[in-house]
């Protein structure tokens, strides 16, 4: 089966997760399995595909989403659909699959998962995590009933309409499900909860550990790890620091980040507990090594929350044979699971009386916490491992007979009947966005691109770059011919007609444009008709040039007149290059750093400096267009005629030139 886990939740290359250890149990039996996620702006990396142990990852560079104000958040989330939508196509755009895990949060890319599940034609089961937007309601982030709450609203019955299979934490959320989605009763919704791979528990040198936090050796440590939100109840985390601020029985330990991290930093600067200690985010293997050194896990969930939820960090816990007190919502079963497996105690979020008790509890019998350890490893092996989620999940999809083949079959079909439509749907697909790509530039820079003047006609050669906002007289573009290693700068006008006679004499002149080898046309300079501009020529910035520039000299003003040679400004320059400021090429373009920006600033105070640009493109690389015989031989006929003018030009006498009216020009 080819699987497609669409996640915000992947972790970083050479780290594992939840996500991560259900698609290898998924590609350990055989499946072909691709997952697509999220680069987030602050790790600054570009949209890639790449292997990672033997799965295709798919990461799309996006806003930032997690760890991030609740406006970032929600913006950079909408924005995500569409961007991975795009990736998908531009990566994946052959890609077939037969069934697609969507986790939630964020329910923002519902519309975008339901588009990939109709063009596929593939299942869809969607992995349950939070329940949206209720959760926020509860946090005070969001209004119950207002516009926002609607479009969220909207899109969590989309994602619920849509998904073929939802697979809930535990039992109270498929509860919480079925009880406020009437429209689903026949929908199948069940328990698939998170789940981690088994790993052979390695023995860690507790007190080494310790001794690298700095922890204490003679105290029992509780620690608790995982993300610092409004939705952990961190504010009653901050209300035990405060109440053991002089208990001596007791370590507790703060490992994670998020939104909260900053107030609980600055409560234990205040009120400086010399039994507790906060530190950062830590790597997987770091943070579970921390875990094994301590005794007592802690959960903590905000109090007046309404929805069921269940962290993941408990699997942490259970795997370092922890006991655990979770201190949780009403709604939510975590509690009541650890304490019927005899792996846990069971704490009101926000009471400091029942908390208080079930430490005392927990401290009063080394050998009862011992036997609650073992339980929490038990629990784990027999409850939450990707062995028992990965058969949830494709259980839906075995055995089905006859009614599965049909399926299959159905799916293949259809995809062979897309093979041969493809062809027809790329042609129209380039004609469309060809068309699309001249239009937009025009519209936003008012010029067309040098592929749509080629095919007019104009000649251009090797290493021609030119910036936007520049224009080769459309209608007469075939009259213009530019030499190899040209660079046009910003809103060159290039005119190859003169219609200034029409008004009184009813004609127009056309003649020729050519410029030669190595040459540079400065910002906003204007070349009139019948002008050749010679090799090795730099024109300065703003210049209209009149009449022909000869090689190996700089021209500027208006009209442009001589003023130097190329090689003496050159030379000059290359002097300079010594002695001036110089930056590589990592300094070019407009999404520079604040720091780089500096330096350039700091380096322009007394004069200017250089920055290596590079080699051009070459355009000669692309196809030359074709021409038809009939418009090639009329072409031919116009720049014959055209090249006779400029060469009789050439050879004519100066007062010719003054009764003609070339120079008048000037």
Not at 105 to 117: A, D, E, G, R
Not at 356 to 371: C, T
Request: with cysteine; aromatic share 10%; hydrophobic share 35%.
């Amino acid at each position: 089966m080819k699987v497609l886990l669409i996640t915000m939740a992947w972790p970083k290359y050479g780290e594992y997760n939840l996500y991560s250890d259900l698609m290898q149990e998924f590609y350990r039996n055989g499946h072909d399995v691709t997952v697509v996620t999220v680069n987030e702006k602050a790790i600054q990396q570009k949209s890639s595909l790449r292997l990672e142990e033997g799965l295709r990852v798919l990461r799309v560079r996006t806003g930032n989403i997690q760890k991030t104000n609740k406006y970032k958040k929600v913006i950079a989330s909408f924005f995500a659909g569409p961007r991975l939508l795009c990736a998908i196509h531009k990566y994946l755009k052959h890609a077939e699959f037969n069934l697609i895990l969507f986790s939630t949060p964020p329910i923002t890319l519902t519309p975008f998962v339901v588009l990939m599940k109709k063009h596929y034609r593939a299942s869809l089961y969607l992995l349950l995590k939070d329940i949206w937007p209720q959760d926020t309601v509860d946090l005070g982030g969001m209004r119950y009933g207002g516009l926002v709450w609607g479009v969220f609203r909207y899109l969590e019955k989309l994602t619920y309409r849509h998904a073929d299979y939802i697979g809930c934490m535990s039992p109270a959320g498929v509860n919480y499900i079925k009880k406020h989605n009437r429209y689903l009763k026949n929908k199948v919704i069940e328990v698939c909860p998170n789940s981690i791979r088994e790993r052979k528990i390695i023995s860690v040198d507790r007190e080494a550990v310790r001794k690298k936090y700095g922890l204490p050796m003679d105290k029992p440590v509780f620690i608790y790890g995982g993300n610092l939100g409004k939705a952990q109840g961190i504010s009653f985390l901050a209300d035990i620091l405060r109440e053991y601020l002089e208990e001596s029985k007791v370590f507790i330990l703060i490992v994670g980040s998020g939104t909260e991290y900053e107030y609980l930093h600055r409560k234990i600067t205040q009120i400086k507990p010399v039994n507790a200690k906060l530190i950062p985010s830590l790597s997987v293997r770091e943070y579970e090594e921390l875990v094994r050194a301590c005794d007592i896990g802690l959960i903590f969930l905000y109090k007046n929350s309404t929805v069921p939820n269940f962290p993941s960090r408990l699997l942490t816990y259970l795997n370092a044979s922890l006991p655990v007190i979770a201190c949780v919502d009403p709604a939510t079963d975590l509690g009541m699971i650890i304490e019927s497996a005899g792996c846990g105690i069971l704490v009101n979020s926000g009471n400091m009386n029942d908390f208080r008790m079930a430490v005392e509890q927990i401290l009063k019998d080394e050998d009862v916490r011992k036997s609650m350890g073992i339980n929490s490893y038990r629990l784990l092996r027999e409850h939450y491992t990707v062995d028992i989620s990965y058969q949830i999940i494709i259980s839906h999809y075995e055995n089905k007979g006859k009614k599965g083949d049909k399926e299959l079959e159905r799916t293949n079909k259809y995809f062979k009947n897309k093979e041969k439509i493809l062809p027809l749907k790329r042609k129209l697909k380039s004609f469309i966005l060809t068309n699309l790509y001249i239009a937009v530039h025009f519209i936003c820079y008012g010029d067309l691109p040098t592929s749509y003047y080629v095919k007019k006609g104009m000649k251009v050669g090797k290493n021609f770059y030119r910036q936007t906002g520049t224009k080769f007289d459309p209608s007469h573009c075939y009259l213009i011919e530019i030499g190899d290693n040209v660079t046009v700068a910003n809103n060159v006008q290039i005119l190859a007609h003169d219609q200034s006679q029409r008004v009184h004499m009813g004609y127009g002149k056309v003649g020729k444009v050519i410029i030669g080898d190595n040459s540079f046309i400065g910002a906003r300079v204007t070349i009139l008709p019948n002008v050749v501009i010679g090799d090795n020529v730099i024109i300065g910035a703003g210049s209209v040039v009149t009449k022909d520039i000869p090689s190996d000299s700089v021209a500027v003003g208006v009209p442009a007149k001589v003023i130097g040679s190329t090689k003496e400004y050159i030379e000059r320059c290359k002097k300079e290059l010594l002695v001036k400021p110089v930056f590589d090429t990592s300094f070019v373009g407009t999404k520079l750093s604040c720091n780089k920006k500096k330096k350039i600033k700091n380096a322009c105070k007394d004069s200017f400096a250089y920055i290596e640009l590079g080699k051009v493109y070459d355009y000669k690389k692309r196809k030359s267009p074709k021409v038809t015989k009939r418009k090639k031989n009329k072409y031919t006929k116009i720049s014959e005629h055209c090249l006779n003018t400029v060469d009789k030009a050439l050879l004519r006498d100066p007062i010719d030139d003054t009764l003609t009216g070339k120079d008048n020009r000037d």
